[in-house]
T-cell receptor, first 115, second 115 residues
């Protein structure tokens, strides 16, 4: 059963530390999304990639966040330095985008707590 | 910009009762609409989607949704709710970002099921 895999599931870190979240998209999907979920803002799109190229990262704080796809099986979201306001659940999703059909399949998320 | 509004933060129903969750969209042309469900501690799972054609869409787990252009709505329904349906439900619209239509989510409706 194909699924999006995210690691770690939980992460507690101290303010100022670097955090790296990893995502393995479903094999054959050409699009990878990163969303952040908080009580205050709900689900926000941070960035997305098509065929490993970044197409939109306007939702991401550029000074501390970075997203990459070093290869087709791995997407990373990095925060450096982390701050308490970054505490949230971060979801990776992937999809096979053909035309306007952008159905996203979600991973289980990484719950990040910055203390 | 394309967006969706879910007017109900919480909905409480008795097991076996019918369910309708409301979703209103803001978009001039025919929107691409989705309903997702999120169980506690899990990622989002697609219930159904609408792109065009028949305005009554059937999904998984016995859910259906009806697209009504005149009311700018895409409400989710189920004739008989089971206790396992208790979860958070998200309506989403395909919003244009970076050249594609990316799922953009409402704030969600929490469904509580009483025995």
């Amino acid at each position: 059963d194909a699924r999006v895999t995210q690691t770690p599931r939980h992460k507690v870190t101290e303010m100022g530390q670097e955090v790296t979240m990893r995502c393995q998209p479903i094999l054959g999907h050409n699009t990878v999304f990163w969303y952040r979920q908080t009580m205050m803002q709900g689900l926000e799109l941070l960035a997305y990639f098509r065929n490993r190229a970044p197409l939109d990262d306007s939702g991401m704080p550029k000074d501390r966040f970075s997203a990459e796809m070093p290869d087709a099986t791995l997407a990373t979201l990095k925060i450096q330095p982390s701050e308490p306001r970054d505490s949230a659940v971060y979801f990776c999703a992937s999809g096979l985008v053909q035309g306007v059909n952008t159905e996203a399949f979600f991973g289980q998320g990484t719950r990040l707590t910055v203390v | 910009a394309q967006s969706v509004t879910q007017p109900d933060i919480h909905i409480t129903v008795s097991e076996g009762a019918s369910l309708e969750l409301r979703c209103n969209y803001s978009y001039g042309a025919t929107p691409y609409l989705f309903w997702y469900v999120q169980s506690p501690g899990q990622g989002l799972q697609l219930l159904l989607k609408y792109f065009s054609g028949d305005t009554l869409v059937q999904g998984i787990k016995g859910f259906e949704a009806e697209f009504k252009r005149s009311q700018s709505s895409f409400n989710l329904r189920k004739p008989s709710v089971h206790w396992s349906d208790a979860a958070e439900y998200f309506c989403a619209v395909g919003a244009q970002r970076g050249g594609s239509y990316i799922p953009t989510f409402g704030r969600g409706t929490s469904l509580i099921v009483h025995p």
